[in-house]
């Protein structure tokens, strides 16, 4: 989708089990290490992002907030550039079904300002912020419809 400014954001949420990071990718988050992996948990793990529980615990993972400001912070950047007119953000966990299909929701949530959505995962602040800039964002969840992979 085009922005307000010419713009296209797109926002892609992978797992690297299946697949390398998609390759056209400006900026590639790794979710893997640092945040609670909810595929432990026997009562989320054939959830996806599409259930609550599974929106709940990874937005509830201390430092998850602070890594979708510090990217919308990076999008920002991207766009004042002088050859801002496209970006695509990838992001990935293992299985691509719980924190990267999540966090890619909270941060199209935030970026296209829909307080509700943002509401319901607990950026609504943040989303705010955005309020009127007309940003236009494509979500594609790469990964998450595809089976749990064992591990």
């Avoid at 509830?60 to 496209?86: D, W």
């Avoid at 970006?87 to 890619?104: E, K």
């Avoid at 950026?123 to 494509?138: F, I």
Wanted: glycine share 8%.
């Amino acid at each position: 989708m085009t922005t307000a400014n010419g713009s296209t954001i797109t926002i892609i949420s992978f797992g690297y089990l299946h697949g390398a990071p998609p390759a056209d990718a400006h900026l590639t988050i790794d979710l893997r290490q640092h945040f609670r992996d909810p595929h432990v948990s026997p009562e989320l793990r054939y959830m996806t992002a599409h259930d609550a529980p599974v929106r709940v615990a990874v937005m509830n993972t201390p430092g998850i907030k602070q890594l979708l400001a510090a990217t919308v912070a990076a999008v920002e950047g991207f766009l004042a550039g002088p050859s801002g007119t496209s970006l695509t953000i990838a992001d990935g966990c293992a299985g691509g079904r719980h924190r990267a299909a999540t966090f890619a929701l909270a941060l199209e949530a935030v970026l296209t300002s829909d307080i509700a959505s943002a509401a319901e995962l607990g950026v609504e602040d943040l989303a705010q912020q955005y309020s009127g800039r007309g940003l236009a964002v494509r979500l594609v969840h790469r990964d998450l419809d595809k089976d749990v992979v064992d591990r």
